[in-house]
């Protein structure tokens, strides 16, 4: 422990050698265009690696060891969100400096840099693939945020993300573009501080559908930004992990302060606030619709979250701490999440910068009953007419489904120039966690069907995966102008999942309820898996005049997940851009124009057994213990490939209007598709895995920002995302179409769009001898009924800055070409619930539903007559047996994001308050605050079987999601 003593020691000795021998002062001032003060402004002496934040007044103020700089020629650099960044080249003479900036607003955000590969940086005007970015921190200074799909949502073009339930902690599912090839689940690969994280919903001991997700842990106050590489085009070098696109999230770091008059800035943020039921049920729709309502409740949420910032030269840090309890709108769902981040960044010598993330978190969250459960909230009082028949009202908050989740996410990365133009970079990371639940049915109540002496299961989840990214990048040039950044490296994976469950029935007693006190353990299990995978890339970047720019690269990847014969895989790209208002012919009202193409490939893994042709497994029987065939796999099989070409432009035009828009093309090949064996072979056990599946996929992605107000108090900002998208199969090899969902209504076929709703439907009555009804003709085969994923979505942003300090924010969400599978309503047709239902039912003199529920006041039918006929058609299209009577047009626009807030940042300083409070605001926002559809049910926008099952766009008795209210206080010291 000496030298690390000494070290440390030794460095702090000769910083106060260094700052001992003189200084002098580097000040100014930030403003923009209307001379309005830039507060927060970064002015920066990159030599030096110093600076400072702007003040209330717009003013910065750093202090320059004289002995080190006398004497320089340097740049300095002001830069401000959402403004261009501006360079001078100043003379360090050793006496004070003032210098003062003007910045212009940055419609396009052209000096963003954004990440374009798993190594590369580059600024947005000059990149050459489509990358989207949201910049989370602005987002959180007008609106409350929970959780990552609601920062994403609707806000980036070219991806979706839904919800499957309005659970607190549900899981979400990402649609990227068209949702990529046949294999793996379409979701793309998250990043957090370099760290890959853990994106399960987990389902344990199942309510229904319904998991919770391990991404709900994370603390959206925390995220500075969040980039999205969309498809295998950007994403290539990412290799067997970025067919889906590739989520980057970033995290918040320390900060230079306002003239380094202050050690740290410390903010607080305080939210209360709650979720409702945003649709109630009538009674034309379901007679039992008030006992269904009565089940909502109105869930509080309470939010403390304090964070410190602050830095210097040479250590820069941020830290955090939240407490959130939110309330669903379920008696027993709800969320109770401590978070503690710690980041830090440090500059040993101009050298080398390391920097270090931190993220500990504790989450508990109770799960209702719900989807697919008979005993649940929604399914005793909406299926059937008479609530409650399964289980009794009282006895349902009984029952306890709670899960506790403890997660660490730690990177440490570090970057060093041992030479001029040489870059060395490493990244660890580790993202550990424990997924603990109890399940509980007590003793006594009889849970439908469920014995009356009590159940209890407990489920326990540990997943331990590392993530280790190394590279190397070089810049030098070749011929006159032309710039080359060579870049190599390796990027690697593994992950250690292992869960154990068991199960216990009959308690003696109420009053002890642990699993030692059940007289039987009627299951048990354990499982352990182990995967690694990881690959080898480089990528050359060219640059010439500063106009033209040229990316080549090549991923080659390796995976236990692949067979053992099967070779690794290599995966190229290849992208390109122009700068077309570097010429002279383009008038001077088109600020920016760029034209990029790029191509790339990627893929998805085969499954973790894929590879092993025969898996046996171990059984009793009566004849005592011995190995059974498990699975039968393909030591041949190889990962999906993926290939895109995407081709767009980006424009900035009047200093107003900024266009981004890409047209892309993805052709899987080499797709997995299980065959099944002849019975003759015995082999028949399972589908056997090949390469022989291939799908298309297309569509376009558009976002266009136009500011046409701007001045010092008032600013408008609007923008819209529109995106289209679809898909088909084109090959499955002659294996047999997959079928899943409920009843089987969604299918991977050949000529048909993936997940596509495909199943029978009702054409027409039936009559007897006498014309009286006997049922409905059904399709002698599958149709295509349409689309569980819109064709066409988008987003409309409104963001007015007005009388200098109130803020208007709005955002909308659209979806066109879109159907949903009512079998919510097909279910409880079924049972008399439905007042149409039963009044067709009625007038055609049929017994199909219960007792006391057809209508009185109606006359019935005579067979035979036109009347009768009609009605007969009516009742045969709501058929329930067939359930292409029951998938609905589900065309939406949901009003998302509406919030009010006031800044009293400058009232502070016109009373002279900011010495105490260097800031104060306060907002009002709502969420889901109102929804306009076609759809027929509660919700557009959940899936009853899960976030992460085939199936998509099923309700049955899902919980909606809940609109939410939010009153929050920020303040800043």
Known sequence: MKKPLQTLLFLFLASGLVFGQGTFKVSGKVTDTNGEALIGASVVLKAFNTGAATDLDGK???????????????????????????????????????????????????????????????SKSVAEVSVSRISAADLQMVNAYNSLSQLVAGKISGVQMQTSSGNVGSGWRFWVRGGGGLNGDGQPIIYLDGVRLDNTEVIGYGAGGQGNSILSNLNANDIDKIEILKGPAAASSYGANGSNGVVLITTKTGKMLAGMQQPVSIDYRFNYGYNEQLYKYTKDEYLSADDANRQFVKGPIREHYVSAAGGTSTLKYFASFENRYEHGIMPTNFGDRSTVRLNLTAFPSEKLTIKGSTNYVMNKLGRPSNDNIIYGFLGNTILRPASFGWVKEEDLIKIKDESKINQFIGSLTASYKPIQDLELNGTIGIDNSDYYQERFFPYGPNFGGLIQTGQKNIYDRKNKQFTYDFNAAYNYTIFDDINVRSTAGGQFFERTLSSTNVTGEKFNTDLITTLGAASTITSYGESFSNVKDGGIFTEHAFSYMDQYFLTLGIRRDYATSIGKNAPAITYP??????????????????????LRAAYGESGQLPGSTAGIPLLWSAETGGYGAGAVLN????????????????????????????????????????????????????????????????????????????TP????????????????????????????????????????????????????????????????????????????????VPKNTGSFTVNFKFLKDFTLYGFAEWGLNYKIYNYTKAFAARFGNVPEYNKYNYLLGLKEIAPNTAPKDLTQLTPGTDEYKAAAEKFASMDWRNPANYIEDADYLIIREVSLSYDFTSLLSDFELNTYVKNLAIGLSVRNLARITKYSGPDVEFNSQGARSDARAIDFITLQTPRTVNLWVRLGF
């Open 709 to 788: 107000i701007r001045s010092a108090n008032y600013n408008l900002q609007l923008g819209l995302i529109w995106n289209f998208q679809e898909n088909k199969v084109t090959d499955l090899g002659g294996a047999q179409p997959l079928y899943f969902g409920f009843n089987s209504v969604e299918t991977i076929q050949v000529g048909l769009p993936k997940y596509q709703f495909y199943t029978f439907k009702s054409v027409g009555a039936k009559y007897d001898a006498n014309g009286k009804y006997i049922g409905s003709n059904v399709s002698t085969d599958r149709i295509n009924v349409g689309s569980p």
């Open 573 to 594: 790209k290849a992208s390109f851009a122009i700068r077309l208002d570097k010429y002279d012919f383009l008038p001077q009202e088109i600020n920016l124009l760029k």
């Open 60 to 122: 910065y103020s750093f202090e320059v060891p004289t002995n080190l700089a006398k004497g320089q020629r340097v740049e300095l650099t002001a830069s401000f969100v959402n403004y261009k960044k501006k360079s001078v080249m100043i003379t360090l003479t050793g006496n004070n400096i003032t210098q003062d900036f003007e910045l212009e607003e940055d419609v396009f955000q052209s000096d963003e840099v954004v990440v374009t590969g798993i190594a590369s940086k580059t």
């Open 631 to 706: 699975s039968i796999g393909n030591d041949a099989i190889q990962p999906e490939r993926i290939k895109e070409l995407e081709i767009g432009f980006d424009a900035e035009l009047f200093k107003d209007i900024s266009i981004e828009f890409t047209y892309f093309r993805q052709n899987a090949l080499n797709s997995i598709v299980g065959k099944v064996n002849a019975p003759s072979t015995g082999r028949t056990i399972t589908a056997q895995p090949y390469n022989v599946g291939a799908m298309e996929n297309q569509g376009f992605e558009t976002y266009i920002q136009y």
